[in-house]
């Protein structure tokens, strides 16, 4: 699903006309990010929680030179789905 599909999605969910629920989702967006910065978690009631997780710094391979090259270490953020929604989706 896109931006503009969830956008849409919002809108005729809540009545909100779509420029109120693109509002809503970019506030929502906004909110999500600065608080896994700050926390490095969020919880998302019946969905799971974002994490951040370090990834360690390793050797690659460019696909296209076959060359080795040094893959910097960096943070990703990883979903863990809850109970409730994995139980929904098997």
Do not use: H, W, Y
Request: with cysteine.
């Amino acid at each position: 699903m896109t931006q503009a599909e969830l956008v849409a999605f919002l809108a005729n969910k809540t009545g909100l006309p779509k420029s109120k629920a693109e509002e809503a989702f970019k506030a929502l967006c906004g909110i999500i990010k600065d608080d896994l910065k700050k926390d490095g978690s969020v919880k998302l009631p019946g969905i799971g929680s974002l994490k951040i997780q370090q990834r360690a710094a390793r050797a690659g391979r460019n696909p296209r030179t076959g060359q080795a090259i040094q893959v910097p270490a960096r943070k990703v953020a990883k979903l863990q789905a809850s109970d409730a929604l994995l139980n929904e989706l098997n």
